[in-house]
């Protein structure tokens, strides 16, 4: 004889046939489904002589409805922030843009080891002129002319934008 029962505490379905049982993970106990499952297991094997409240199940019922409404309320913030995440982008997008033709300095990291495996990290000052924008995995970046050629710069790592006073 097959029986079924879902664990609330772990979320784990265990059908057991004999002396066999086999557990698959259920994804959320936060669904109608699951909850009709559970609802029809306790009328089944409620004490007829002793029945739940009507109450408990309105309860239970309650306390459905507001998980799902929790969920759908985090699905809506996490689409929320995609979008201020999308806005911040182009805002960059737009300031950058701004730069086009802006003489800007930037720094990088170079590290050095010598003969007996010392490291020494240095950082180098670079100036160019803004060329362009560039997106690179939702990251924007600024397009540089520098000295003959052409690097990508990312925002993080520029440190002054317009005359460096070094000009003549």
């Given at each position: 004889m097959a029986t079924s029962a879902v664990n609330p505490t772990t979320g784990t379905t265990s059908t057991s046939s004999n002396s066999t049982t086999k557990t698959s993970s259920v994804d959320t106990l936060?669904?109608?489904?699951?909850?009709?499952?559970?609802?029809?297991?306790?009328?089944?094997?409620?004490?007829p002589l002793n029945p739940l409240d009507g109450t408990q199940y309105v309860s239970q019922l309650s306390q459905l409805t507001s998980?799902?409404?929790?969920?759908?309320?985090?699905?809506?913030?996490?689409?929320?922030?995609?979008?201020?995440?999308?806005l911040n982008t182009s805002v960059l997008v737009?300031?950058?843009s701004s730069m086009i033709g802006q003489n800007?300095?930037?720094?990088?990291?170079?590290?050095?080891?010598d003969s007996k495996g010392n490291t020494t990290t240095n950082k180098v000052q670079h100036t160019g002129v803004a060329q362009g924008?560039?997106?690179?995995?939702?990251?924007?970046?600024?397009?540089?002319?520098?000295?003959?050629?052409?690097?990508?710069?990312?925002?993080?790592?520029?440190?002054?934008?317009g005359k460096t006073g070094l000009e003549s």
């Open positions: 936060a669904n109608e489904d699951t909850f009709m499952q559970l609802l029809v297991a306790q009328m089944k094997n409620q004490d998980t799902e409404q929790i969920s759908k309320m985090a699905t809506a913030m996490n689409t929320m922030s995609s979008i201020v995440d999308n737009g300031q950058l800007v300095t930037w720094s990088t990291e170079s590290s050095v080891t924008v560039t997106i690179s995995d939702g990251t924007p970046s600024l397009v540089v002319k520098e000295g003959s050629g052409v690097t990508t710069v990312s925002v993080s790592d520029l440190t002054l934008i």
